[in-house]
């Protein structure tokens, strides 16, 4: 492969003479990794990347979150997450603040380990909080077959699973500034490059899957800037050590068994259809929300008003914007989810601020 030097000279003579280009990443290990090794810095003034709604802890919306935090404080419940969702603010609560209050809310690394749990607490309601994009979900999935194939009644589902594809469609659409998509290599080696021709097909932006490194993102840079220059509209995948065409087929096969498209709330974003994963026939006996009733008189406090993560996760805004970055709101003390995830856009300008390849 080219080195990091070598491309960015490419994309420098490239990008002489070129119109100003904005270039959306929606991968919150793509933002992680720009910022860790400066990427930005290192290209020319007239391309610009921003961030987009990559980071599925970021893009749970204050409702989801309400849901959670009402459901994992009754008596005799288990609520159990990805460590990320712990410190995630909602108004003046957070997962983590109700641990500390006496609620039996857990971390675990996969909903497996919360399946077991419940298998080991027969007399408890354990609920799984399910986050995150394709990468995550057929893991929700394979629980919830697991559950009910073994019928493991006293477990259950919180799903705020959220779909790639029907939110970049709402993103990039007519009016977006957004002239270029940088692809997310994790959801792509589940759903496959396919699932992205849309963006060039459709939404006539070029867009290119890339790895993780900075000689893969920066190769991927390079494309676009390729295709921008000579006005070609393509969808690339510079990722084939782990992208195919079609993707994972069983990961897919057992995701669109037990769920189904619906309505989802994302933050920033608002109400996007068909971009959530709702559990599906004879896997809906899982659905915590319909369990639990947490459809009705769920208070939703508003989003913090010193905090822009919804300006960030639109590309509207970059984190050295909000008034309160690093200073009132730093990752021991966040305002907002963008600056709880390892893979949010604030917290990860915070770690990285002045570094370079």
Known sequence: MIDVKELTAKINELAEGMRPTTVMEVCGTHT?????????Q???????????????????????????????????????????????????????????????VRIADSPMA????????????VIWYGVGFETTAPATAAAADAALQTGVRNFSILSAHKTMPAALRALLGKGSRVDALLCPGHVATIIGSDAFRFVADELKKPAVIAGFGAQEILAALAIITAMIKKGEV?????????????????????????????????????????????????YKALDAAARFDLFENIQVPDDDRGCICAAVLRGDAEPENCPNFGVACTPATPLGPCMVSGEGACAAAYAYSGSRV
Not at 32 to 40: E, L, P, Q
Not at 114 to 125: F, G, I, K, T
Request: glycine content about 8%; charged content about 25%; overall charge positive.
């Open 114 to 125: 919360a399946l077991r749990v419940a298998r080991e607490n027969p007399s408890r309601d």
């Open 32 to 40: 992680h990794a720009i910022m860790k090794y400066g990427i930005r």
């Open 234 to 282: 393509r969808c690339v995948n510079a990722y084939p050590t782990a992208v195919t065409v079609s993707g994972n087929e069983a990961a897919m096969k057992l995701l669109l068994r037990v769920f189904e498209p619906c309505d989802a709330q994302w933050r920033g974003l608002g109400v996007i259809p068909e971009s959530g994963l709702a559990l599906k026939g004879e």
């Open 42 to 104: 290192l290209l020319p003034r007239n391309i610009r990347l921003v961030s987009g709604p990559g980071c599925p802890v970021c893009v749970t919306s204050q409702a989801d979150i309400a849901r959670a935090l009402t459901v994992a404080s009754r008596k005799n419940v288990i609520f159990m997450c990805f460590g990320d969702m712990m410190r995630v603010p909602c108004g003046k609560k957070s997962l983590l603040s109700l641990r500390d209050s006496g609620a039996d």
